[in-house]
């Protein structure tokens, strides 16, 4: 299912937002709702009681006691040697609606595009795919998605492919078209790694792919 409203993932813990494929996770006390790619970790912010699983805001997750120990992070990817970062965002109106895309080195070297039906998370896929597809040499590519740089950062893909592009509760890997080029791409390069950045937390180069990507939007609107 698409979520409604912005919380936290019950299994990594990274933001949702409006838009994102959510499965559930876990049973009884433990289930929560998670990113489609988390689907089958152990739950880390169980929900109270029996009943179906919901999605718990973010300001409440936070506060939120565990049922068990937090799975350890894997650490962040280290950079390559004499790596450049490009930051990347994606933006959307409605769950499908029209959507844009943007990365950006700098406020000289940057690049954006729409799509008339789209959703925030494709486009947030999108625009790393267009950054690694356009950019040569060594990238640290910097997203404010935890549903994209977890993907890489904790290896998802690797058991995505292994499975035949489903998920552990055996449904499809939701974006798979932009999936599987990116994987494709990053995986040959072998020069690509990814980090998170907090979003809207005023990180300059962060809004500036995010105004690009809004902007994208508006004008396929």
């Known amino acids: 299912m698409l979520a409604k409203y912005a919380g ?19 049973s009884g006390r433990s289930r929560a709702w998670v990113h489609a790619a988390c689907a089958g970790a152990p739950a880390l912010i169980p929900v109270p009681g029996d009943a179906e699983p919901a999605l718990v805001p973010a300001s409440s997750a936070a506060a939120a006691k565990p049922s068990r120990a ?33 990365w950006a080195i700098d406020r000289e070297r940057f690049a954006s595009g729409s799509e008339p039906s789209t959703t925030n998370q494709r486009m947030e896929i999108r625009a790393a795919l267009e950054a690694v597809k356009a950019l040569d040499g060594p990238l640290v590519v910097v997203s404010d998605s935890a549903y994209v740089v977890n993907c890489f950062r904790d290896g998802w893909w690797r058991n995505w492919r292994t499975r035949g592009w489903v998920t552990s509760t055996k449904s499809p890997v939701a974006n798979r078209d932009l999936w599987e080029p990116l994987v494709d791409l990053v995986e040959q ?11 809207h937390s005023g990180h300059p180069m962060n809004d500036l792919v995010d105004e690009l990507a809004v902007a994208a939007k508006i004008a396929q609107s």
């Open 8 to 26: 936290r993932c019950g299994a990594c813990g990274g933001d949702i937002r409006p838009g994102d494929e959510l499965e559930s996770s876990g």
């Open 70 to 102: 937090r799975r350890p992070r894997p650490p962040a990817m280290e950079a390559p040697e004499g790596a450049v970062e490009v930051y990347t965002d994606g933006a959307c109106s409605g769950t499908p609606g029209p959507g844009g895309w943007a």
């Open 189 to 199: 390069r072998g020069d690509v790694v990814f980090h998170w950045v907090k979003g």
